[in-house]
């Protein structure tokens, strides 16, 4: 079974205590945006086979969001970092260099 | 080719089976086609075999990383109907299973079509209202179907326990010619066809690169070399990201491992196809008596085949509730498929960003059903370089615009 480390309280927690909430770092567009734009935020996907940003929620522990670095292909968890991260911090970016050279994700490497 | 009969039976009966064919070539791949499919799902497949006998074009090469049929072709539960919501999925799905009644006979290859008939449970006064809704639909579609109530469920499939506490059983959407076929021989039936129209199917054959030239695509790079299209058709099912990445755009599709499980093979006791969404589980018998078993996608990007544990518990459970007689049933084998999931939970049949090159994905928990039609849209819009009737509503630039095809809230089950 998948199990993550809540970055707030701590907690190893098993996939049935989590919630999945999909791609991490999107960035929002709403009104005034073009329709290429809305339409790259709300529907495009990375979707990697490999490496990959995501958001959980850890929804039967203390109920917060928090992001997770994994690899889609062996479900490999690199890490996990608190949801106000705008961009995955150096920490993780290196254990998942440790792991998988030259990888990139987006603008990140 | 020779053709499968009785008389080849009994010739091959009196000769000691020493005369039977290999069903498909496996030749080195050329260095030029008119037109490359990747991926030899039964999608793939179906593509190139309408590509040749309803366009006449067959200088094809159909590329497979694995073997054919080995992806979610072969990993499904087999469940054909055409009860959808929207015109635009009611017309392919029905094209599909019209084309299902006689592909037997067309491919002269047994795909053991079995139109036993399939129930949607209704368990929610919200499922009824739906149901009735996609039966009134049905009828301006030209889908047959109908809304029944419990009693006639219960004559149907005896073996259903009507009134379980939690989620008793009020009625069911029926479509009498839905039903069930042989995956791996619906794959298998395409693969021989094409091959006897001279097009290589080349397994064990992935592919790593889509070159383009002047906004067009001009070959790929596989693991058995460089291999140059006038046309790519890119069918790969939860790899399509993978793919869409090597021709340089994006798609609206997550891949989910979706799961399915079968029990040791007992005495018939049910000839109809059962799908309860509430409860999230549905179940088939098959020709050699196993209980064939679909339950929940995992809720995250996966690509193992191999899903989450307790996601079968979830499964199991719901049908002990609905099938109290399979408690004791021990299950023999279980598999994940990674499954192509849209938004709004129809396909995308559709060109794309690269020229001459041409998407069909998307068809998630639901696309074995469907192969027949698919493929038949697909060559279509191959052959022609625009969507026909059934493709133009599947095209993957309808999220931009805002024209879904919401099948999620009618269907938004695996099945
Ligand atoms: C457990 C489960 C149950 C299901 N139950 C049902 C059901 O009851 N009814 C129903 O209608 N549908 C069902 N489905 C859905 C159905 O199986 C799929 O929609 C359908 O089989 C997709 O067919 P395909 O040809 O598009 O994909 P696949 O059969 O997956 O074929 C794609 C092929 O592309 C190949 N490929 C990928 N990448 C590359 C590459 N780089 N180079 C070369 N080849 C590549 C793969 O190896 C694969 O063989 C179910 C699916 C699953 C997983
Ligand atoms: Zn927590």
């Known amino acids: ?109 | 080719m020779k053709r499968y009969s009785v008389f080849a039976v009994a010739r091959e009966a009196l000769r000691n089976h020493m005369g039977w064919e290999r069903a498909w070539r496996s030749p080195a791949p050329k260095v030029r086609y008119d037109a490359i499919i990747v991926g030899a799902g039964g999608h793939g497949l179906a593509t190139a075999y309408y590509l040749g006998k309803n366009h006449g074009i067959r200088n094809v090469a159909i590329l497979e990383k694995g073997w054919l049929g080995g992806g979610n072709t072969g990993r499904n539960t087999t469940i054909i109907r055409s009860n959808y919501l929207q015109d635009s999925s009611a017309a392919i799905y029905e094209k599909a299973r019209s084309l299902y009644e006689t592909l037997s006979q067309d491919l002269n290859y047994n795909v053991m079509f079995s139109p036993r008939g399939v129930m949607m449970l209704a368990q929610t006064q919200h499922e009824i209202r739906g149901y009735k809704r996609t039966a009134h639909a049905n009828a301006l579609q030209g889908v047959e179907t109908e809304f029944i109530g419990p009693g006639r469920v219960k004559e149907l499939c005896p073996i259903i326990h009507i009134d379980g506490p939690r989620y008793p059983v009020l009625g069911a959407l029926w479509q009498p010619r839905g039903g069930t076929a042989r995956h791996d021989a619906v794959a298998w039936g395409y693969a021989r066809a094409c091959s006897d129209m001279g097009m290589d199917i080349i397994q064990q054959c992935e592919v790593t690169a889509v070159h383009q030239a002047d906004g067009k695509v001009t070959g790929v790079s596989t693991t058995k070399g460089e291999i140059a299209c006038d046309r790519l058709g890119i069918v790969v099912a939860g790899h399509s990201g993978v793919l869409a990445n090597m021709a340089g755009f994006r798609l609206p599709i997550e891949s989910l491992c979706l799961q399915a499980l079968v029990s040791e093979p007992i005495k018939p006791c049910m000839d109809v196809v059962v799908m309860a969404n509430t409860v999230h589980g549905y179940m088939s018998q098959s020709d050699k008596g196993d209980m064939v078993i679909g339950g929940g996608t995992d809720g995250f990007n996966n690509y193992t085949q191999r899903g989450s544990f307790h996601h079968i518990e979830e499964t199991v459970r719901a049908l002990i509730e609905t099938f109290p007689m399979i408690s004791r049933l021990k299950m023999l084998r279980q598999w994940g498929g990674i499954v192509d999931m849209t938004g709004d939970r129809s396909p995308i049949i559709s060109k794309t960003p690269l020229g001459n090159t041409y998407i069909n994905c998307g068809w998630g928990t639901g696309g074995f059903k469907a192969i027949p039609g698919s493929g038949w849209a697909m060559a279509d819009l191959m052959a022609k370089g625009e969507p026909g009737p059934l493709a133009e509503e599947f095209s993957m630039y309808r999220f931009r615009e805002g024209k879904f095809i919401d099948e999620s809230v009618a269907a938004g089950v695996a099945h």
């Not at chain 1, 992001?67 to 889609?72: I, K, P, S």
């Open chain 1, 1 to 109: 079974m998948l199990t993550l480390t809540c970055p707030y309280c701590g907690v190893a927690a098993d996939e049935t205590e989590l919630a999945a909430g999909g791609e991490a770092h999107l960035k929002r567009f709403g009104p005034g945006s073009t329709d290429a734009e809305f339409d790259t935020y709300m529907f495009a996907r990375e979707n990697p086979k490999g490496v990959h940003f995501e958001r959980w929620r850890h929804a039967y522990g203390c109920g917060k969001w928090f992001l997770a670095a994994r690899d889609t292909n062996t479900l490999e968890v690199f890490g996990t970092y608190p949801a106000q991260s705008s961009a995955p911090p150096q920490h993780i970016r290196d254990a998942i260099t440790a792991k998988r050279p030259g990888w990139t994700w987006r603008d990140f490497a």
